[in-house]
């Protein structure tokens, strides 16, 4: 089955990757955890570890035969590594809604009274901070926190510079800001992969300009948030469905923490 460039960029960036999550893991929680054989888990890996030796940077280097078993490796090793890391990208993400939760609702407070004051009402916004502090409610508030700062988003990585990024990592953040302006005016109500995207692309943007304006701007970023994390959570986003794969703790899960 054919796949797009963004795509090809994308599984070079990802292989490489997901062999760092299995390293990182240790092979004896990916054999507890998966349907595999100690033998098979065991083979898989040294394959895995010889095609990430011969991986080229430029994906039209690479044979249209070839790229089957590139798709079927990249599959398994996903799979492999989202069954060993299920709990851990759970927890990442109620973490990420908890920590978020109190800045998304004093900022639709804010917004909301500053309506009020003007004569105007939002029934929908209303509605929400009428539900208050249920658990269930959280995330909703935080998703229309994130739906009102879209449009800001947007214009900020209009500036998003590449130049400091490789080959494949510039190529998926530029395909993800042309789809991001494709799609803006007709961008869903509610929380999906588009605004997803559009806070990855400003989260890297931020993090690039911290990296340059001084020598220590990288370590004064959290580890979570490298520019190769957040660029794989792009690319997880914009091709996880094209290459038939399940939500992948790569990439997203890190930055999520």
């Known amino acids: 089955m054919p796949i797009s460039v963004g795509a090809k960029h994308y599984v070079l ?9 299995i390293e990182k893991l240790g092979l004896r929680r990916i054999i507890r955890t998966s349907d595999f054989s100690e033998q098979k888990v065991t083979a898989l890996y040294f394959e895995f570890v010889s095609i990430k030796r011969v991986l080229p940077d430029n994906p039209e280097s690479i044979e249209p035969a070839i790229w089957e078993h590139l798709l079927h490796c990249v599959r398994v090793m996903s799979s492999l590594v989202n069954l060993a890391t299920t709990e851990d990208l759970e927890r990442a993400r109620e973490m990420a809604v908890r920590r978020y939760y109190p800045h998304a609702k004093e900022k639709l407070k804010n917004e909301y009274e500053h309506m009020r004051s003007e004569g105007k009402v939002d029934f929908r916004l209303a509605g929400i901070l009428r539900q208050g502090d ?3 409610n959280s995330g909703q508030v935080c998703m229309e926190a994130i739906r009102r700062e879209r449009q800001q988003r947007v214009e900020s990585i209009k500036c998003l510079g590449v130049e400091h990024l490789t080959y494949n990592e510039a190529f998926v953040v530029e395909s993800a800001k042309a789809h991001v302006m494709s ?3 007709e961008a869903p109500e509610d929380f999906g992969t588009l605004d997803l995207v559009i806070r990855l692309l400003d989260l890297l943007r931020l ?3 911290l990296e340059s304006r001084s020598p220590g701007g990288a370590s004064a970023v959290s580890s979570n948030f490298t520019v190769g994390n957040i660029v794989l959570g792009i690319g997880n986003a914009m091709y996880r469905g094209e290459l038939g794969l399940t939500v992948s703790a790569l990439g997203l899960a890190r930055v999520n923490k």
């Open 207 to 209: 993090v690039l300009v």
């Open 13 to 21: 960036m990802l292989i490489p990757s997901l062999l760092g999550d």
């Open 183 to 185: 799609r803006i005016d």
């Open 134 to 136: 249920l658990p269930e």
